[in-house]
């Protein structure tokens, strides 16, 4: 690793162990430059969930869309739904430092602090409308657990949406496999259904981004 990259905030995540404090410490100190960073990264995944929901969706009006960012952390995806005119989005991340990044930005109607994957979610079942995560799944695992889909699974609509990209290098690491476990075994249970599975370019620096579109009966 050259010094350059080994200076990269992402890197330094990146290699996190998976503890929990550890974790939310990394992206505490990181949070008023993380979204800077991320760009100048070439960053695309908020964009490109954004935009795939809203092909999805079709001619539904962005304004009556109840959508969840999951994990919010400084507002990336909000921008991007507020420039399609989904003004009806809710964020929900775990730090609180990211949050008050996301916060200055104005572009979610409520913010929530919470921990997924406790199965104690502050928010009413059947509530959203689409569900959106993006960056959620990591290979070092320090972002969300991928028993958090049992969550989110309660707290969106029937024929709701849930889509979640992650990069598809991701998708060969242990995280990924299971990720994959848990999205077959909510679909062999009826909880949900993989309605399609697409590839997008530069989702992140040359990586590609692996998305799973699924619908709630």
Avoid at 75 to 103: F, I, R
Avoid at 109 to 131: F, H, Q, S
Wanted: with cysteine; net charge negative.
């Amino acid at each position: 690793m050259s010094t350059e990259t080994a200076r990269n905030p992402f890197d330094t995540v990146a290699t996190l162990t998976t503890d929990y404090a550890d974790s939310q410490a990394g992206y505490s100190a990181w949070a008023t430059q993380y979204e800077e960073d991320m760009v100048t990264m070439g960053y695309n995944g908020p964009r490109q969930v954004v935009t795939l929901m809203h092909d999805v969706l079709g001619g539904a009006s962005p304004s009556t869309v109840r959508v969840l960012d999951v994990p919010a952390g400084t507002g990336m995806v909000g921008s991007e739904l507020q420039k399609l005119g989904y003004t009806n989005a809710d964020g929900l991340d775990a730090n609180p430092d990211m949050l008050k990044v996301a916060e200055t930005k104005q572009v979610y109607r409520r913010l929530i602090e919470a921990k997924l994957g406790t199965g104690e979610l502050p928010v009413e079942p059947n509530t959203y409308d689409a569900v959106l995560l993006v960056g959620a799944f990591t290979q070092n695992g320090t972002h969300l657990p991928c028993e958090c889909l049992e969550d989110l699974v309660q707290i969106t609509k029937p024929d709701g949406l849930i889509i979640l990209g992650t990069g598809s290098v991701t998708l060969q690491s242990d995280v990924g496999v299971a990720l994959l476990a848990k999205l077959q075994d909510l679909q062999e249970r009826g909880l949900l259904s993989i309605v399609d599975k697409t590839t997008r370019k530069n989702y992140f620096r040359d990586w590609d981004g692996t998305f799973f579109v699924c619908k709630v009966p």
